[in-house]
């Protein structure tokens, strides 16, 4: 049985019994660190580099305000989430730094994070759009009267709200929450 689980994994009967050896598993954490500090970097350049053209375009009409209110409140967050998610798995690949052991409350507890950081996505992304297409209406020349708007919806409005001020003035917060995803196994080995 333990031959066929194997075969189906595609590795040997050790590996299937005892799991990676820490060599592989090192790489693996290496390879993880490197993918993450890269994100990080895009994020960052993705927030520096079109910062110019988007401050001509709402200078010039209005227009485009959303978009980057709503990728500053996408992008801040997410910048500080991966610094604490890498930094903590820099700290584990040196060894001073260890996940907390796989529990029913760990699960839940690293599922309430994505939970939360889904809706956070979630909530900036008709903002998102519509931001978009109002810049995509602007260039083709459509009057700004007739320019698309935000859906408005008094929970939406409410929550979106609420995530806007953490996200603009604390976005440190989710240091914490790239920590903690960490400390719970995320992403899931």
Same mark, same amino acid.
Request: glycine share 6%; aromatic share 8%; charged share 15%.
């Given at each position: 049985?333990?031959?066929?689980? +194997?075969?189906?994994? *595609?590795?040997?009967?050790?590996?299937? #019994?005892?799991?990676?050896?820490?060599?592989?598993?090192?790489?693996? *954490?290496? /390879?993880?660190?490197?993918?993450?500090?890269?994100?990080?970097?895009?994020?960052?350049? !993705?927030?520096?580099?079109? +910062?110019? #053209?988007?401050?001509?375009?709402?200078? /010039?009409?209005?227009?485009?305000?959303?978009?980057?209110?709503?990728?500053?409140?996408?992008?801040?967050? +997410?910048?500080?989430?991966?610094?604490?998610?890498?930094?903590?798995?820099?700290?584990?690949?040196? /060894?001073?730094?260890?996940?907390?052991? *796989?529990?029913?409350?760990?699960?839940?507890?690293?599922?309430?994070?994505?939970?939360?950081?889904?809706?956070?996505?979630?909530?900036?992304?008709?903002? #998102?759009?519509?931001? #978009?297409?109002?810049?995509?209406?602007?260039?083709?020349?459509?009057?700004?009267?007739?320019?698309?708007?935000?859906?408005?919806? !008094?929970?939406?409005?409410?929550?979106?709200?609420?995530?806007?001020?953490?996200?603009?003035?604390?976005?440190?917060?989710?240091?914490?929450?790239?920590?903690?995803?960490?400390?719970?196994?995320?992403?899931?080995?």
């Amino acid at each position: 049985m333990l031959v066929r689980i +194997a075969q189906v994994l *595609e590795t040997d009967v050790n590996q299937v #019994l005892y799991g990676l050896p820490p060599e592989q598993d090192r790489k693996r *954490e290496v /390879r993880r660190l490197i993918v993450g500090c890269l994100i990080l970097v895009a994020i960052f350049l !993705l927030m520096t580099i079109p +910062a110019p #053209l988007m401050n001509k375009i709402i200078q /010039r009409r209005y227009v485009g305000a959303d978009l980057v209110m709503a990728l500053t409140c996408l992008m801040k967050p +997410a910048l500080w989430l991966l610094s604490g998610w890498c930094a903590l798995q820099g700290l584990g690949l040196l /060894r001073v730094a260890r996940p907390l052991e *796989e529990r029913v409350w760990t699960t839940w507890t690293r599922r309430g994070v994505l939970l939360f950081l889904v809706v956070n996505g979630v909530l900036f992304l008709p903002v #998102l759009v519509v931001g #978009l297409v109002q810049v995509i209406q602007d260039g083709l020349g459509v009057p700004y009267e007739d320019l698309a708007e935000v859906p408005q919806n !008094l929970v939406f409005a409410w929550l979106a709200s609420r995530l806007l001020m953490l996200n603009v003035l604390y976005p440190q917060v989710y240091t914490v929450l790239g920590v903690a995803l960490w400390l719970f196994r995320f992403p899931k080995r």
